[in-house]
């Protein structure tokens, strides 16, 4: 059974930094392009970046984050991280990880609040 855990989201200022992890178990990680999403209250869950399976992985960047964001993975721990630089309030949601397309059931994902 697979897990997605995903850890790292907290309170932070506008212009402040947050770097997201999520752990996967139980699956053929190195061959699925892996992927960020969040979910704001009142809207719809949506891809925030993603990464190609292989070494230097083509990334995605939705056009909100790029330029401030930075989606990384170590195929050997089977994790996928997200830094979070300049953020601004309109990234204030819970995070998730998941294959890009969704694969997998969600895990809990991780709340990330900017603000002052």
């Known amino acids: 059974q697979v897990q997605l855990v995903e850890s790292g989201g907290g309170l932070v200022q506008p212009g402040g930094s947050l770097r997201l992890s999520c752990a996967i178990s139980?699956?053929?990680?190195?061959?699925?392009?892996m992927a960020w999403y969040r979910q704001a209250p009142g809207k719809e869950r949506e891809l925030v970046a993603s990464i190609g399976p292989g070494v230097g992985g083509s990334t995605y960047y939705v056009g909100s984050v790029k330029g401030r964001f930075t989606i990384s993975r170590d195929n050997a721990k089977k994790t996928v991280h997200l830094q979070m630089n300049r953020m601004t309030p309109d990234d204030t949601a819970a995070y998730y990880c998941?294959?890009?397309?969704?694969?997998?059931?969600w895990g809990q994902g991780t709340q990330v609040t900017v603000s002052s």
């Open positions: 139980g699956s053929l990680f190195s061959i699925f392009a």
């Open positions: 998941n294959t890009r397309g969704g694969r997998y059931s």
